[in-house]
């Protein structure tokens, strides 16, 4: 039914291009102007702005809402609403052996209504959050076919929020399940993954969760098994690994292609460079972790990477091996301050030079 409703609203616009004044849009009038082969470009049919969805109507929309934000400033909310394809007015709904991917219209309509619903209790002077003078609502698709809007919320300066009200509106943690017990399932339900997948949960699949949840340090493990189980690996930087192996089924294995390597056969390198994410000082433990592994070579356990050049193993990375880390390579602070003497200002060096002392001072007295 929808198709066949766009269907013919665009073929009213296309039959109707004389009374639409199509030739006088400058798309047109330039292919004319230039003398280009007219057989080549076909008939043009110009979509105006009234049809939902064509890119004049995108562009309208778009000042439309620029508008308010020039008249009332930024907006104060963001709030997102996303279709749940086990509401009870769908699953309800649907005919023997049907699932709700066979019924878009049924979506459609239960979407839509829900979401009149959900606006007119955020909107106007009563409004959920206070009187909103302005909202700006976008329907998206996924690419399942579920839809979800984002809204954009203006309030009056008597109802915006303040800083003591963020924690009222805002929360990024678990519900309490005494308090809010609803809220806490929904979220563990729809939110979480990890320990909290069941077959209660939309992503349980095949007797697991289908977006591998719990995530482990796999990688990190892989490369000490790596180590343990291939002599060359234990000659490798963690950072060095993608040049002579791939990651293939949960498993670093030897690349097959490439430059030999000399002296050692069955050996393969590749132009291939590794990635390590960058890490806050401020992590803690995380931060030395990462600081080991570009520099202890092959190591073949986490006991093994903290003792690195022969130290006791400390229960702490920011300890014993944090201040091996830093004060037995000397090359990182070196590096550091070579960088900011040639990149930097002379301002900021000093900045970042209390920085480094501070965390030195503060982690090894």
């Known amino acids: 039914m929808a198709a066949k409703m766009e269907g013919t609203r665009l073929a009213f616009i296309r039959l109707n291009q004389a009374s639409l004044r199509s ?4 798309g047109f009038t330039d292919a004319l102007n230039d003398n280009d082969d007219l057989s080549n470009i076909g008939r043009r049919v110009l979509l105006s702005s009234t049809f939902v969805g064509g890119p004049r109507y995108m562009m309208e929309r778009c000042q439309d809402a620029m508008m308010y934000v020039r008249k009332y400033g930024n907006a104060t909310y963001f709030i997102t609403m996303t279709c749940n394809p086990k509401w009870p007015e769908i699953s309800n709904n649907l ?16 979407f839509e209504l829900k979401k009149t619903v959900f606006i007119k209790y955020l909107t106007g002077s009563e409004g959920f959050f206070g009187n909103c003078i302005a909202h700006v609502v976008c329907v998206e698709y996924q690419k399942r076919g579920l839809p979800h809007i984002h809204c954009l919320l203006w309030l009056d300066e008597a ?100 430059r030999p390597v000399e002296g050692n056969h069955g050996m393969f390198e590749d132009d291939i460079l590794g990635r390590v994410y960058t890490v806050s000082p401020r992590t803690g433990d995380l ?18 990477l903290r003792i690195g050049f022969g130290e006791e193993v400390a229960g702490v990375y920011g300890q014993t091996d944090g201040r091996r880390a830093i004060a037995s390579v000397p090359g990182e602070l070196k590096i550091t301050f070579q960088f900011a003497k040639n990149k930097i200002k002379i301002k900021q060096t000093k900045l970042l030079t209390f920085e480094e002392i501070d965390m030195a001072e503060t982690n090894y007295p």
């Open 95 to 110: 005919f023997p052996h049907q699932s709700e991917n066979d019924r878009p219209d049924l979506i459609a309509r239960v």
């Open 287 to 304: 931060y030395y972790f990462r600081l080991l592994l570009h520099h202890v070579r092959g190591p073949t356990s986490f006991e093994v």
């Open 23 to 26: 030739a006088t849009y400058s």
């Open 159 to 258: 109802s915006k929020p303040r800083p003591q009200d963020y924690d009222r509106f805002v929360q990024a943690e678990i519900p309490d399940p005494d308090e809010d017990p609803e809220g806490h399932r929904l979220v563990l339900k729809h939110m979480i993954h990890g320990p909290y997948c069941s077959t209660a949960t939309g992503c349980w699949k095949n007797g697991a969760c289908r977006h591998r949840y719990p995530w482990s340090y796999v990688r990190t493990h892989e490369f000490m098994d790596l180590c343990r189980r291939d002599h060359f690996a234990k000659t490798l930087l963690y950072v060095d690994v993608p040049r002579f192996y791939t990651w293939t089924k949960k498993r670093w294995q030897r690349r097959k292609q490439g």
